[in-house]
């Protein structure tokens, strides 16, 4: 799991909105052609927004990045909020 550090408040909101798209623990999403569950909250990783996730056919977690479209859409939620 993410090691907790200080996130700037801009990476702490980005990260609430996207998770409000429905990218938060708990959620199933469809990616890289795959299904996967979530199994984290959205976190800041290297300069990016990432979930760990589980595949639902396979074994493991993993870490996703999520896409640059995904991450665009929370940040025009937040500035219409």
């Known amino acids: 799991m993410p090691i907790p550090f200080r996130q700037s408040p801009l990476v702490a909101e980005i990260c609430a909105s ?3 798209l429905g990218y938060g623990l708990g959620e199933s999403i469809y990616l890289y052609g795959e299904e996967f569950e979530i199994v984290s ?3 800041p990783e ?6 760990y996730v589980k ?11 999520l896409p640059a ?3 665009q859409s929370a940040m025009g939620r ?3 909020a």
């Open 41 to 43: 909250d959205p976190f």
């Open 69 to 71: 479209t995904v991450i």
């Open 46 to 51: 290297h300069g990016e927004i990432a979930v």
């Open 18 to 20: 996207v998770k409000r």
């Open 78 to 80: 937040k500035r219409s």
């Open 55 to 65: 595949p639902k056919k396979g074994e493991g977690v993993r870490v996703v990045k």
